[in-house]
């Protein structure tokens, strides 16, 4: 992954506006943007989990190709859990408490391959949420 410069730089790799979540997210504490491959980025936020309880990352990839492919040791089984999108998540047993577990949404939208990561005690309800308001 190559480290870009902010959102308009990720919109000139994709080639197109980076589809980006239109509902609220946790207050972050800072957000990186990286290239991903010739037609991909990610866009990540650290968030800010001083207090307990809170989750500590979201990230969201979109590119031509599917995003690459993650290890997940112990991971559930890929399975739907909304139209046309796909679960999976794994608990990252020796990640701090903010981290873990780790949940993947994947899902194709307007001709991009989409992946949303978050790390953090998340519901899988709030994270379909986040997924159906990307645009």
């Known amino acids: 992954m190559e480290p870009l410069e902010g959102i308009a730089e990720a919109d000139a790799h994709l080639g197109r506006p980076v589809p ?22 990610e866009v990540a936020w650290n968030l800010d989990d001083s207090r307990a309880g809170e989750p500590g990352r979201f990230a969201l ?19 739907a859990v909304a139209d046309g999108l796909t679960h999976r998540e794994a608990p990252l047993s020796e990640a701090q408490a903010s981290l873990k577990p780790v949940h993947e949404l994947t899902w194709v939208h307007d001709g991009l391959h989409l992946r949303l990561t978050a790390q953090g005690p998340w519901t899988v309800a709030v994270l379909v949420a986040i997924a159906q308001s990307v645009g």
């Open 61 to 79: 990839y979109a590119g031509a190709q599917p995003p690459p492919a993650r290890e997940l040791p112990d991971a559930t089984a890929p399975h």
């Open 20 to 41: 980006l979540p239109r509902v609220a997210l946790p207050l972050p504490r800072w957000v990186d943007v990286h290239a991903v491959g010739p037609e991909g980025v």
